[in-house]
């Protein structure tokens, strides 16, 4: 027997998609086809497995668009480091599945994220989902097998020191 969820795209309309015809986080990320950085990020820090993992969990993802008005060595630099790539990542999982709906009804809520530290999520004129207060949700519950996916239009607030070449660069936004 097949189970339907509804998949609302803020542009796209909705579509109803089969619980049996979902795959796991890496895997939706992969099909949708605008997550490549995130993708190769993910793989780097060895965090394929558990992402492939039974869950639940959801990730705020940045799209590939997001990754363009960094500066052109942050990524490299973070990808030569899987740990503090790891952290970083983490950062955008929750240990948990949680739906838009979930957030709505829950108006403002601090969660804790993979890596330990507590992500702010907020709602804003009862619609617009914000994280850290700067982060907004702009397409939501991407279901998956084992979670949800929530693209975002920024990286997440985080605080993490990256060396590299023996200096210390501290940022504090992905």
């Not at 780097?44 to 705020?60: C, K, N, R």
Request: charged residues 15%; glycine residues 6%.
């Amino acid at each position: 027997m097949k189970f339907w969820h509804l998949l609302t795209l803020s542009s796209l309309g909705t579509f109803a998609i089969a619980q049996e015809d979902l795959v796991d986080i890496p895997t939706t990320a992969a099909n949708a086809g605008s997550y490549k950085t995130i993708l190769t990020a993910i793989e780097a820090a060895g965090l394929s497995e558990i992402l492939s993992g039974e869950g639940p969990y959801t990730v705020f993802a940045p799209s590939d668009a997001v990754f363009v008005g960094l500066d052109p060595a942050l990524v490299p630099c973070l990808m030569a480091q899987p740990e503090a790539l790891a952290a970083v990542l983490k950062y955008h999982v929750l240990p948990m599945k949680l739906e838009s709906t979930k957030i709505i009804q829950t108006i403002d809520m601090e969660v804790e994220t993979l890596n330990g530290e507590n992500l702010s999520i907020d709602v804003v004129n009862g619609a617009r989902v914000v994280l850290n207060d700067d982060v907004n949700v702009v397409t939501a519950d991407i279901s998956a097998s084992n979670g949800v996916i929530h693209e975002i239009d920024g990286g997440t607030y985080h605080s993490v020191s990256v060396i590299r070449h023996k200096t210390i660069v501290s940022f504090s936004r992905l």
